[in-house]
């Protein structure tokens, strides 16, 4: 069983930054694929990026952030992140941490494990 908190969320301008964390606990965090997936007020759930599990740390975005986020991990801290940059004032939303063994496949939001969210608020 694998716990998901995140940090990192909170109020900023547009053009601004954010670096959201995804602290993990248990299971063997190393062997998950960990994704970032955004549900904005009234909306359903959005892919935002991913990252492969393992040492391979492959990296796969959404369109609508591609060039401004960014995924990465530390395995040795068990936690992910996600830098994002350049904010939209339609990247408001509630941003959820992931987790689904690297083997398993599936939907761009189908996932075993899920955070609590963070709100990112980008104001005009």
């Known amino acids: 069983q694998v716990q998901l908190v995140e940090s990192g969320g909170g109020l900023v301008q547009a053009g601004g930054s954010l670096r959201l964390s995804c602290a993990a606990s248990?299971?063997?965090?190393?062997?998950?694929?960990v994704a970032w997936v955004r549900q904005a007020p009234g909306k359903e759930r959005e892919f935002v990026a991913r990252?492969?599990?393992?040492?391979?740390?492959?990296?796969y975005y959404a369109d609508s952030v591609k060039g401004r986020f960014t995924v990465s991990r530390d395995n040795a801290k068990n936690t992910a992140y996600l830098q994002m940059n350049n904010l939209k004032p339609e990247d408001t939303a509630v941003y959820y941490c992931?987790?689904?063994?690297?083997?398993?496949?599936?939907?761009?939001?189908?996932?075993?494990?899920w955070g609590q969210g963070t709100q990112v608020t980008v104001s005009s």
């Open positions: 990252i492969s599990g393992w040492s391979a740390g492959l990296s």
């Open positions: 992931a987790a689904r063994p690297a083997y398993r496949g599936g939907s761009d939001t189908s996932y075993d494990y």
């Open positions: 248990g299971g063997t965090f190393s062997s998950y694929a």
